[in-house]
DNA sequence: TTGTATGCGTTATCAG
DNA sequence: CTGATAACGCATACAA
């Protein structure tokens, strides 16, 4: 690899000189910094990351804790679309992005945040972990810029996809198309959980509708055995739901693409949506009714939010950012006929 | 943070005995050993890992690379399922995982290659790219370690899913249960798609069947919308098939929950199966008829290859590893119960 | 068994 | 406008 003292030799000029050409620095004129740059481009030079980091403190390079534990990690479409758009993102500002993990060096295991700092990672984006777990938390809390999705830590910008809007949004929908009848399958009790649960709430109220409790049972997110099971409950019931919205939109392929025991007049006729907007839900026919999460966008705030912050601390507030979606109309939701008022 | 002089100073040792105590030199005494270790623990020591580096011109990391283009990147359940494993088998090895890019530092415009270089990073493993992209090949045949995943480059170790077993397991699959007219919908024309229509050809052979082209139309992979075309083409022939193979999971659920227009006899009777095995294929009823691909293996086996390669140069030779992936009898091959022989 | 000295490639300070 | 030099934190050859 060529490196700065090469391009020096090359030039009859000496490292400090060719080191500030190459980083734009004032007191170097135009023509010598043509001159370096062409030289530079001629030998194949890229800096030495790691002797700038040295130097810099600074490694140009962004962290990112994430943990699969089973379904809602890298393996969950939400999230590995929120990463890739991070990736992007980042590479577009000339940074790398490194996974944040605490793996033992000689029998010290390091916390989240040693490992950061061992690394002069730049900064952090938080997604997809428990965030109670203190070693989270001590990287959250730390002087360290990060910006967390889905969830609020104090002092910490936060990207948030807006849950209560998308239930919302659901609701009013299946409402709109004559239901009023409407059950809400939520997932296990979380932030983003009770964000979901106020937007069907608010969205009964605004109706007119009392929300009932057993409209709304509690399943697991990804996990659709849990959801069938809750359905195959509310098809049990005395008066039961015309329009069942779902925890995420694979519980509800699921649903719709099983042959269910159970009351056939119910499991026949039943609406069903779903919630994240996936590849797959767009696919099949008729099209999934959902909330299509912009995770496109989460990603990519997330990533610029965060640049930002590393590029002007002194300007820097946290910022908690909603991140809207977009209702997907769809066809699983579907007109009611003779709504049973 | 606590750097290696903290240390030696709290012990009144000097730096030289500290480093070597911590990298496990025999020079040092066990009961030196333990009181270092036992001071770097309180002080929270965390060798600071650039410095190491630049030192050791080894950087404990190791480079993916991954393209994300459309469907077939990071978003693909089998990639990001690899990543995912690709990334805790080097994380408990003491490695880290960073992302290869090529984007600019001052108007230069690295190649992968020359990332890899000014980063050190140790060793990389190539994935859903453009095999063919120079920049690509350029890495793949550097001195680099490199493992690619279902591609082989000369000199390099390669993880290959076994696809030529995977439709040939479902081809004989089709046939236990009765049926005859098995067509392949198969995917753009790429080394994987050769593979499995080699093992589609050679089922058939085995079983005395002559390989019809009219049943093997070209589809896309991750593509619904070409397979449903593919699959109504199937369904006009004069000869209709029992049993359609589909080019992977996503497309054969689209399949089996889409109300689909054409010949109701053939659509309501006909038998699917996908390709891949993903979370979803589990978990509707009937589970889907297909070949789950190990994914995970095909991941760790990538990471653990490299880290040996990276580790021992001189036992290296490269290898090419087939790892065979495992049939998913489910529900959605229906036996036949007059095979129209 | 432990310590001293050197250099990895870069940037920053300060002098020319 | 340019150059010499120190320093970043660590590992290692060599000396004690």
């Given at each position: 690899?060529?490196?700065?003292?090469?391009?020096?030799?090359?030039?009859?000029?000496?490292?400090?000189?060719?080191?500030k050409?190459l980083?734009?620095?004032?007191?170097?004129p135009q023509?010598?910094?043509?001159?370096?740059?062409?030289?530079a481009?001629?030998l194949?030079y890229?800096?030495?990351?790691?002797?700038?980091?040295?130097?810099?403190?600074?490694?140009?390079?962004?962290?990112v804790?994430?943990?699969?534990?089973?379904?809602?990690?890298?393996?969950?479409?939400?999230f590995?679309?929120i990463?890739?758009?991070?990736?992007?993102?980042?590479?577009?500002?000339g940074?790398?992005?490194?996974?944040?993990?605490s793996?033992?060096?000689?029998g010290?295991?390091?916390?989240?945040?040693?490992?950061?700092?061992?690394?002069a990672?730049?900064?952090?984006?938080?997604?997809?972990?428990?965030?109670?777990?203190?070693?989270?938390m001590?990287?959250a809390?730390?002087?360290i810029?990060?910006?967390t999705?889905?969830?609020?830590f104090?002092?910490?910008?936060?990207?948030?996809?807006?849950n209560?809007?998308?239930?919302?949004?659901?609701?009013?929908?299946?409402?709109k198309?004559g239901?009023?009848?409407?059950?809400?399958?939520?997932?296990e009790?979380?932030?983003?959980?009770?964000?979901?649960?106020?937007?069907?709430?608010?969205a009964?109220?605004?109706?007119?509708?009392?929300?009932?409790d057993?409209?709304?049972?509690?399943?697991?997110y990804?996990?659709p055995?849990?959801?069938?099971?809750?359905?195959?409950?509310?098809?049990k019931?005395?008066?039961k739901?015309?329009c069942?919205l779902?925890?995420?939109?694979?519980?509800?392929?699921?649903?719709?693409?099983?042959?269910?025991s159970?009351?056939?007049?119910?499991?026949?006729?039943?609406?069903i949506?779903?919630?994240?907007g996936?590849?797959?839900?767009?696919m099949i026919?008729?099209?999934?009714?959902?909330y299509c999460?912009?995770s496109?966008m989460i990603g990519?705030?997330?990533?610029?939010?965060?640049?930002?912050?590393i590029?002007?601390?002194?300007?820097?507030v946290?910022?908690?950012?909603?991140?809207?979606?977009?209702?997907?109309?769809?066809?699983?939701?579907?007109?009611?006929?003779r709504?049973?008022?």
């Open positions: 690899m060529a490196k700065i003292s090469d391009i020096a030799k090359a030039l009859g000029l000496s490292n400090a000189t060719i080191s050409a980083n734009g620095s004032p007191e170097i023509t010598t910094v043509d001159r370096v740059k062409e030289c481009r001629e194949g890229v800096p030495s990351h790691f002797a700038r980091t040295l130097k810099m403190h600074r490694s140009f390079s962004i962290g804790l994430f943990v699969d534990k089973s379904q809602s990690g890298l393996r969950h479409e939400y590995s679309t990463l890739n758009a991070i990736k992007v993102e980042a590479e577009s500002r940074y790398d992005i490194t996974f944040i993990n793996e033992n060096y000689s010290l295991r390091p916390t989240y945040l040693q490992h950061v700092k061992s690394r990672i730049d900064g952090v984006v938080i997604a997809s972990v428990d965030f109670n777990d203190p070693n989270v001590e990287l809390q730390s002087n810029p990060t910006v999705i889905d969830h609020t104090d002092g910490c910008t936060s990207i948030m996809s807006d209560e809007d998308g239930v919302y949004e659901l609701t009013k929908r299946a409402y198309l239901h009023r009848k409407i059950a809400f399958i939520h997932g009790d979380t932030t983003v959980t009770r964000k979901r649960v106020a937007g069907y709430v608010r009964l109220t605004e109706l007119g509708i009392s929300a009932k057993e409209y709304m049972p509690m399943a697991r990804h996990d055995e849990s959801v069938i099971k809750a359905f195959q409950a509310l098809g019931l005395k008066d739901p015309t069942v779902c925890t995420d939109d694979i519980s509800a392929v699921v649903l719709l693409s099983s042959r269910l159970g009351d056939r007049e119910f499991i026949d006729n039943v609406s949506a779903g919630y994240d996936i590849y797959l839900s767009r026919q008729p099209v999934l009714t959902t999460q912009d496109e990519r705030l997330a990533a610029s939010k965060l640049i930002s912050q590029e002007n601390p002194k300007l820097f946290p910022e908690l950012v909603k991140v809207k979606g977009k209702l997907q109309e769809g066809g699983t939701i579907r007109p009611l006929v709504p049973i008022e």
